[in-house]
């Protein structure tokens, strides 16, 4: 994970970005903050995704991209996080049989649900937190649903779900109560 | 020229990383996979980088720079324990069942050999046996921690010990939901040793303050000594078992960390048989003689020291071996601690 504060260039001497101390502690800082969500951004990259997998090269640019630059994962950080994941069943991956061998990664059925409760989460943390720092968060409620219990993710235009799947948390029954769902 | 240049820039640095990779990934030939994915993200990059969508020389180094060092690349192959004081969480209970299992070895070897030494008639060598266990124990732990700190900063999980077959087995089986635990049953009864640390604290007391003067009287002023250093060691005792007694059926930490006092007040207690071990002829036998049946200190008999010192080598194996009690049930209150 790359810090902003590594690729920001020291414009004047006597900005606080001179010194050495700062920069130390902003990029610990910094470097800890996106560790948390880095395997989740790569994560819902591999979803996102038209073919549903992905080879590494690819999350890297989609990911650069996709976040303005902002979350940029290293080189080499970033197989060692997709072997990690690979690890923990959370994704899969298979060999391109012909040209250069590629290994493309997907995400397991297992992944999947690990991957909406990590994000229905996250989802509600930065909701929660988004008025700390004066910034509004749109949950999308009208595409989503997430569960009061566990904070599930759960894509509302799935009509057969009627329980949270991580949980077993009755979703049909709040989503009449709410009005989302008819009797 | 120049692809022969590219592919040498690429191997070489393929090689370095290589060499810094963690010896669990070199032993699955995992790294193989490692170092192609890492070669494939190189060219991709290059071809990228270069204005024609071929990769240069210049391209290909500029990409090699990008990846990071080789270091930097092996160091998050090696973070993927949970740190716990210098020792991964994942290894821990490792450590702990090895440092028990190599403990009580020591200690269970060390015994038998005594027990044979006392059956043999060599004597002198008890001391040497409990220096023995103290050293032994001091040995292993530190080289016991020493392995499982490297392992641990070198990034081993548990099952890069397992088998392929064991592997294979694991990665088969399905999830599942937690099951609920059978509850366990309490790992101990307060009152039962609160009562029996009372009987050593009294015994403890007793032999410290001699209080029958018709009987200590006789005794060797040596014996009475003796008696008073073992008097101290089951006040200790009854004071550790009472102090479990009144934790009662919780923290299992403060039970373990009790039993492993106990087993060092154990272990000194029995310096105080050896050196009645070594004094057969201070050792008082009491009877009552005379026309007033007054009691009279005879001593043991010169031929029956050897039966003496085997009885005295007999009672330091059982207090050694008693040890191992301890020793269990720290391992078994570790199941406690969820």
């Known amino acids: 994970m790359i810090a902003i504060i590594k690729r920001v260039k020291e414009l004047g001497s006597n900005a606080l970005i001179a010194s050495r101390e700062f920069r130390d502690y902003v990029e610990k800082q910094e470097t800890e903050i996106n560790r948390g969500i880095s395997s989740l951004c790569i994560l819902s990259t591999i979803i996102q995704s038209d073919k549903k997998e992905l080879h590494g090269y690819k999350i890297l640019k989609d990911l650069t991209e996709k976040t303005n630059e902002m979350l940029v994962i290293e080189e080499g950080t970033l197989y060692p996080m997709l072997r990690k994941l690979e690890h923990d069943k959370i994704i899969s991956s298979r060999k391109e049989e012909s040209g250069r061998k590629r290994k493309f990664y997907s995400m397991t059925g297992y992944g999947k649900q690990v991957f909406n409760h990590l994000a229905g989460f996250y989802s509600k943390l930065t909701e929660a937190v988004a008025p700390l720092f004066d910034v509004k968060v749109d949950l999308k409620q009208d595409k989503y649903f997430y569960c009061p219990m566990c904070a599930n993710k759960i894509d509302l235009s799935n009509k057969d779900l009627k329980f949270c799947t991580i949980c077993g948390f009755n979703i049909e029954q709040e989503l009449i109560e709410r009005g989302l769902r008819n009797e | ?338």
Do not use: C
């Not at chain 2, 059978?182 to 410290?208: A, D, Q, T």
């Open chain 2, 1 to 338: 020229m120049s692809e022969n240049e590219m592919n040498f820039a690429i191997n070489e640095f393929l090689k370095e990383v290589k060499d810094k990779l963690p010896e669990w990934l070199k032993d699955k030939k995992e790294h193989k996979e490692i170092l192609a994915e890492l070669e494939d993200h190189i060219w991709s990059k290059a071809e990228e980088l270069s204005q024609s969508g071929q990769p240069t020389l210049e391209t290909v180094g500029i990409a090699i720079k990008q990846m990071g060092t080789p270091e930097s690349i092996a160091k998050e192959y090696k973070r993927r324990g949970t740190p716990k004081v210098y020792i991964s969480e994942e290894l821990w209970p490792y450590y702990k069942k090895v440092l028990s299992g190599v403990a009580t070895l020591i200690i269970l070897i060390t015994v038998i050999v005594q027990i044979v030494n006392i059956i043999f008639g060599n004597l002198e060598t008890i001391w040497d046996g409990i220096m023995g266990i103290q050293i032994g124990l001091l040995i292993a732990f530190a080289v016991i921690t020493v392995v499982f700190v490297v392992l641990s900063m070198e990034g081993y999980f548990p099952e890069d010990f397992m088998s392929k077959k064991e592997l294979e087995k694991r990665k088969k089986e399905p999830y599942r939901a937690v099951e609920k635990e059978k509850p366990l049953k309490p790992f101990i009864k307060p009152i039962g040793e609160i009562i029996g640390g009372s009987l050593g604290l009294i015994f403890g007391v007793f032999l410290i303050v001699q209080p029958l003067p018709f009987i200590f009287s006789l005794m060797d002023g040596l014996f009475l000594l003796y008696l008073q250093f073992a008097g101290i060691f089951m006040i200790t005792e009854g004071v550790l078992d009472i102090t479990r007694g009144l934790i009662g059926k919780r923290q299992p930490l403060a039970h373990q960390v009790v039993h492993a006092i106990t087993i060092g007040v154990k272990l000194a207690s029995i310096s105080v048989v050896v050196l009645m071990m070594n004094r057969p002829e201070i050792f008082p036998i009491l009877i009552a003689q005379g026309p007033s049946e007054a009691l009279v200190n005879i001593g043991i008999a010169p031929g029956f020291y050897t039966l003496f010192r085997i009885i005295a080598g007999i009672i330091i194996a059982v207090v050694a071996l008693s040890t191992l009690d301890n020793f269990y049930k720290i391992y078994k209150l570790e199941s406690y601690k969820k």
